[in-house]
């Protein structure tokens, strides 16, 4: 893992609140041990995929600061997947596009090709 993909995994763990293992326990609890789209249980195969099911605490509006109940539900990982799909698209195209802003003019040849442009020789 890059240094700044392992910055950014530090950035995003911080943004939870201290207790957020309780919490997650607590949401999971709410529902019975049961994903709150699909309904598979807390250990046993999924119903589609055959994986054993781990449920997790999800944010409906993907801001780990929000522990509002009305904001987390407790998911399966096939059903938090399938709901942070288009989110986890808008971040990648949003990061590569900030990286290629960042690129200096003529640099984007060597960016591709993994060389430093002329200008930094």
Excluded: F
């Amino acid at each position: 893992m890059s240094p700044e993909a392992k910055a950014y995994r530090r950035a995003q763990r911080a943004r939870y609140p201290r207790n957020w293992k309780r919490i997650s326990r607590w949401v999971i609890a709410r529902a019975g041990y049961r994903c709150e789209a699909c309904g598979a249980g807390q250990g046993k195969p999924h119903p589609v995929s055959g994986s054993k099911v781990i449920l997790g605490a999800a944010h409906l509006n993907h801001q780990p600061e929000n522990v509002s109940p009305d904001n987390l539900r407790a998911w399966c990982q096939r059903c938090h997947l399938r709901y942070d799909h288009p989110h986890h698209l808008a971040q990648i195209r949003t990061n590569r596009l900030a990286r290629l802003a960042a690129v200096p003019p003529g640099g984007l040849l060597a960016l591709m090709l993994g060389t430093k442009p002329d200008s930094e020789r």
